[in-house]
């Protein structure tokens, strides 16, 4: 996984701007510790930043390949996962290859097919290649938005990165948050918007989109969509399709010239991942497969179980080391380290996060790099196949807005008598309404199978994409490229279309996934009780943000005070969160992870200098 970053401007000459496109990638060093490249030319600026996983000889950056006098050049970051598959059409074609990494395979496939070339594709990306003959740059990110792509068009001119401090590096972007912006963090917030960077004049290409930057223009283009078909298959044939797509996947990410591990949490998803990648690694004489786990210090004293959180994941992580044989590490976290990195995460993401839902992630891929380069995870299968409480409770399926982010009337009380009267009503049903209308349906379908279909589509479109963002970014700030074998796209087209009684089968959250998954995991990992990423139950972490937050409310020049309701926030800090009685966002977003929120919001304004333009 890597880093990339761009300008292209047809007005001036770029050449002497070469120190700007040094300190743009510079920004993205983490994503990219192994190695670093720039294209210079007159009109376009390309950057690079490199880790290392496959070919590390012939996959170099930027890459430049010349076809008769027409040259093209390409800055990439992410994975192709049927790169043999993509390889051996280009070859038929009459192409010839001087690498086997798959950079060189898309660049070929661009050339052969321009923007068609990203329907051959399965995996996760973000790239650009400058078109030289054609004088334009093509922009592209993978369908579900995995691996992230910012830019910003001004001055006649494009700038782009895989991050946003990569685009706040160019002398003519500055860290200005509009209005739009702060609907965005104070309504959406975790999460965003579709192709929204929150500050003014940042967008990002949205997920299964392209764009193309010409002298006579911007075309985005949306390249692959969710589909409304009927699904004619048996019930025996949907478990077994099920089945084949989801090893098919994991067996294709376990592709790497660098240690792979997995993550695992005793779940039904990243237990079958571990599984599988057990098998491959034995067949083909890996070693012993790499396993970690998360926890927190004396979280058994202090665990209490509930509707989202039923049961700790200790117990069940145990039973699947002993049925893998894997070598694992339960990486414990420590409560000062994961209150201190707040400050890590935000700048991870660049935006205010998931609170300590981040930083333990931050801590935890600090830990596992040590042993591996690459690791692959669960997330996604929820949001596929149906894992969250929303999708079963019926208050929630008719609730007519995000079923995890029902709290904007609280959102609201927090804000100070200025901000007070920002439309967050209106913004997050305005993003709301708009994803409905998108929603493919069947003719004929009930009016609980439609409603099915709008959750299963903001879960793919809104709660994943947030998830995704959150690993991408803990991940790469810790040079750990993360693969997410259930975010593969033929799942996500399979899985949209299956009937809802057969994936909620035997009355149970992802019933389905668990039939497919029959003779691959243990018995009581198939019927384990769906449970989320774990949170600490510390009041030692509680204590910690508490004193954190008064210590910014007593300080005159805590940026965060002048948006922000003094009376409301200091009884949250008081009491700990509990006289906030709403998630923030998601499940786990209660109590001391909301204060650890107002924590990151704070830190954001202050390190990026925020400006507030209101």
Known sequence: MCGITGWVDF???????????????????????????????????????????VDPEGGVQPMIKIIGNKKYVIVYNGEIYNTEEVRKRLLDRGHSFSSYSDTEVLLTAYIEWKEECLQYINGIFAFAIWDEDNRNVFLARDRLGIKPLFYSIKNNSIVFGSEIKALLAHPEIQPKVDRDGLLEIFGLGPSRSLGSGVFKDVLEIPPACYLIYSKTGTRLREYWKLRAVNHAESFKTTIEHTRHLVVDAIERQLVSDVPVCTFLSGGLDSSAISVLAGEVFKRESRGRLKTFSIDYIENDKYFKANDFQPNSDSYWVKQMVNFIGSEHQNIVIDNDKLASALKESVIARDLPGMADIDSSLYLFCKQVRKKAVVALSGECADEIFGGYPWYTKQEDIYCNTFPWSKSIDERRKILSKDFSKLPLEEYVASKYKESIKNVPKLEGESSIEQKMREMFYLNIKWFMITLLNRKDRMSMANSLEVRVPYADHRIVEYGFNIPMEMKFCDGIEKGLLRKALKGILPDEIIQRKK???????????????????????????????????????????????????????????????????????????KEYNVEIIY
């Open 11 to 53: 007005s001036k000459n770029l050449i002497a701007n070469k120190e700007i496109i040094e300190d743009m990638t510079d920004t993205l060093s983490r994503r990219g510790p192994d190695s670093y490249g720039y294209y210079v030319n007159k009109e376009v600026l390309l950057g690079h930043r490199r880790l290392i996983v």
């Open 531 to 605: 449970s989320p990423y774990p949170k600490t139950h510390h009041p030692e972490y509680t204590r910690l943000v508490k004193m954190w937050m008064i210590e910014i409310l007593n300080q005159n020049n805590s940026p965060i005070l002048k948006l922000i309701d003094l009376d409301k926030v200091r009884e949250i800090v008081l009491t700990g969160g509990a006289s906030y009685t709403k998630p923030w966002f998601g499940q786990l977003m209660t109590g001391p992870q909301l204060i650890a929120y107002l924590i990151q919001l704070n830190i954001w304004l």
